[in-house]
């Protein structure tokens, strides 16, 4: 029988696409990737499409929570709030960047961006900032190794703000105002 259940609200994106595993920062991006298609085939809604409108309703719902899920943990900055969530350790309105360096580093970024007048400038940027995060990624697996949720804390916020300068360096125009958002 094909049936379809609702996930239960104590089923973690762990539980489901990578076979019950621990939450952990780090994971195996090819599991990942393969039990997301093989779950993805099983609930998606054309699969339902001959059933009653409830069980496509629960199907669509369904994939729409796998295709969050995979999205969620394919993503270092977006696995790391995830993470800091399961722990007890959401990151909210409240917590502000109170790091004076770290604030220096995106305000002189920004600076750098803005005065940049050819794409090879602009190139040169999004290098550094690319081994930036490369790097606090690496920070943010050692804290959540480390079950160090503070530090953990602060650096998904800084991933956030490197990931915010790389998308103003992709949108980036010469003489166009440059905008980092908090």
């Avoid at 790091?99 to 920004?110: A, F, K, T, V």
């Avoid at 300068?165 to 958002?181: D, L, R």
């Amino acid at each position: 029988c094909k049936a379809i259940q609702p996930v239960g609200s104590d089923v973690t994106y762990y539980d489901v696409l990578l076979s019950r595993q621990a939450p952990s920062f780090n994971i195996d991006m090819g599991l990942l990737r393969r039990n997301f298609l093989k779950i993805q085939q099983l609930v998606h809604p054309d699969s339902f499409s001959q059933m009653g409108d409830s069980e496509r309703r629960l199907a669509e719902a369904q994939s729409s929570w796998v295709n969050h899920a995979y999205a969620t943990l394919k993503d270092p900055l977006l696995r790391a709030f995830y993470m800091l969530e399961l722990k007890g350790e959401a990151i909210g309105e409240e917590d502000q960047i109170s790091d004076p360096e770290l604030l220096m580093e995106i305000m002189e970024l920004r600076e750098e961006i803005e005065a940049s007048k050819t794409d090879t400038q602009i190139v040169a940027i999004k290098e550094r900032n690319d081994l930036k995060i490369a790097n606090v990624t690496a920070k943010l697996s050692a804290a959540f190794d480390a079950e160090d949720y503070d530090s953990a804390k602060q650096l998904a916020h800084h991933l956030q703000y490197l990931h915010r300068v790389a998308q103003t360096i992709h949108n980036w125009e010469p003489g166009k105002p440059v905008i980092i958002s908090h």
